[in-house]
Nanobody, 120 residues
Framework: QVQLVESGGGLVQAGDSLRLSCAASGRTFSSYAMGWFRQAPGKEREFVAACTWSGRSFYYADSVKGRFNISRDNTKNTVYLQMNSLKPEDTAVYYC?????????????WGQGTQVTVSL
């Protein structure tokens, strides 16, 4: 079992940056791929970014490539999402996920989500 708790969301202006963190508990954290998903009001949840258990391979949605960066620190059981050049369309609840198929867009464990709001 893995428990996930996100933090770092907030209200920012377009062009600003935010860093989301996801703290995981559970002894098997380092064996799972980790990822971030988001859900905007009235829309389905969508994949944002993921990294393999080793943190050496990375995957991004086209909409965030070049602006977002995912990383993980297995010594701290934490995964991060650095978000730069934020746009209003990035406004959503961001969820952290863990699992063996996260890099394919499917998570086994989920956090409760953190709100990111980007204003003009």
């Amino acid at each position: 079992q893995v428990q996930l708790v996100e933090s770092g969301g907030g209200l920012v202006q377009a062009g600003d940056s935010l860093r989301l963190s996801c703290a995981a508990s559970g002894r098997t954290f380092s064996s799972y791929a980790m990822g971030w998903f988001r859900q905007a009001p009235g829309k389905e949840r969508e994949f944002v970014a993921a990294c393999t258990w080793s943190g050496r391979s990375f995957y991004y949605a086209d909409s965030v490539k070049g602006r977002f960066n995912i990383s993980r620190d297995n010594t701290k059981n934490t995964v991060y999402l650095q978000m730069n050049s934020l746009k209003p369309e990035d406004t959503a609840v961001y969820y952290c996920a863990a699992g063996h198929r996260v890099t394919q867009g499917s998570g086994d464990y989920w956090g409760q989500g953190t709100q990111v709001t980007v204003s003009l």
